[in-house]
DNA sequence: AACTTATCCAACCGCCGCTAC
DNA sequence: AGTAGCGGCGGTTGGATAAGT
C-alpha cells in the first residue's frame, strides 16, 4: 500500500470511537481512539473503508456512465461525483477513473479527433448568471452585497440527518441559465432523465440527493 | 517455475479555504 | 491584518496481486 496498512484492532477502534463521539472533531480522534495516526489517515480510513453503506467491488454500467458525464461537467472533482453515486467514496471513484477511464476516453478521444467537438469542462462565471436568483433574494442590496451573498452561499451546505448529503436550495433557472450558457443544457437533461438520474435524484439506497441547484452550486464552485 | 510488467487501490502528502483568536 | 488550526480535497505513491513472457 502507499502507507501503513490499517490494522484490524485500529480500525476497531476508530469505529468504536466514531460510534461514541460522532464524526468531525477530526484532531481529537487519534487521541481519543488511542490511535497511533494523524488526523488525516483517521478521517480517510472512515470515510474511504470504515463508514457504514460503503458499496464495493466493480462500478456498474450505470455509475460508470454518470461518472462520465459528471467528469464532463465537473472535471476532477471527485468528491462532488462520488456525492452522486451512492455508496461510492471519492477515492473509488478517483482511482476507478485513473485506471479505467481516463485511458479508455483518451483513446475515444484520439479515435474520434477531427470528427467531433471537443466538451469543454465548465468554469462557469456564476457572478454574472446568477443574477435573476440574487435579485429576487436580495432586492435593494447593493452590488457588493449582492456578491458577498452569492459567494457565501457557495460553502452554505447543510447535512440531512445522517450528516451524509449535502442540501441546497434549488436555483432552477439559475442552473438552465448557467448550463444554457455553456450550451450543455440539450445535451445533458435528456440524458438526466433517461438514464437514472431521476433516482439518483431522489437519493434512493443510500439517501444521496441530486438536485439542480446542487449542480449550479458545484459549478458554482468551479470558479 | 521464474521473472518481468501492468494494474489496482489504500494510504499519504501538500495545498486550499474557512474560522477563531 | 496576520496567523494558527482545522476540515477537506485532489494528486501521487508504493505494496500487493494478476497477467504476460
Not at 20 to 31: A, C, F, I, S, T
Request: glycine fraction near 10%; charged fraction near 30%.
Amino acid at each position: 500500500m502507499g502507507g501503513v496498512a490499517w490494522t484490524e484492532e485500529e480500525d476497531h477502534l476508530l469505529k468504536k470511537c466514531i460510534q461514541q463521539y460522532g464524526e468531525g472533531k477530526w484532531h481529537r480522534v487519534p487521541l481519543l481512539a488511542g490511535l497511533n495516526r494523524c488526523r488525516k489517515s483517521c478521517r480517510l480510513r472512515w470515510l474511504n473503508y470504515l463508514r457504514p453503506n460503503i458499496k464495493r467491488g466493480n462500478f456498474a454500467e450505470e455509475e460508470v456512465e454518470m461518472i462520465i458525464k459528471l467528469h464532463k461537467l465537473l472535471g476532477n472533482r471527485w468528491s462532488l461525483i462520488a456525492g452522486r453515486l451512492p455508496g461510492r467514496t471519492a477515492n473509488d471513484v478517483k482511482n476507478y477513473w485513473n485506471c479505467h477511464l481516463s485511458k479508455r476516453l483518451n483513446a475515444q478521444e484520439a479515435e474520434e479527433k477531427g470528427g467531433s467537438r471537443d466538451v469543454e469542462v465548465i468554469r462557469p462565471q456564476a457572478r454574472n448568471i446568477g443574477s435573476s436568483s440574487v435579485k429576487r433574494r436580495g432586492e435593494g442590496e447593493s452590488e457588493r452585497e449582492k456578491v458577498v451573498e452569492q459567494e457565501s452561499s457557495m460553502s452554505s451546505l447543510t447535512y440531512d440527518a445522517d450528516g451524509q448529503n449535502q442540501v441546497v436550495e434549488s436555483q432552477e433557472d439559475n442552473i438552465y441559465a448557467c448550463l444554457d450558457q455553456q450550451g450543455i443544457v440539450n445535451e445533458y437533461s435528456m440524458d438526466f432523465q433517461l438514464e437514472g438520474f431521476e433516482d439518483v435524484m431522489k437519493g434512493e439506497g443510500s439517501g444521496n440527493q441530486w438536485d439542480w441547484g446542487d449542480l449550479l452550486l458545484d459549478m458554482d464552485l468551479y470558479k
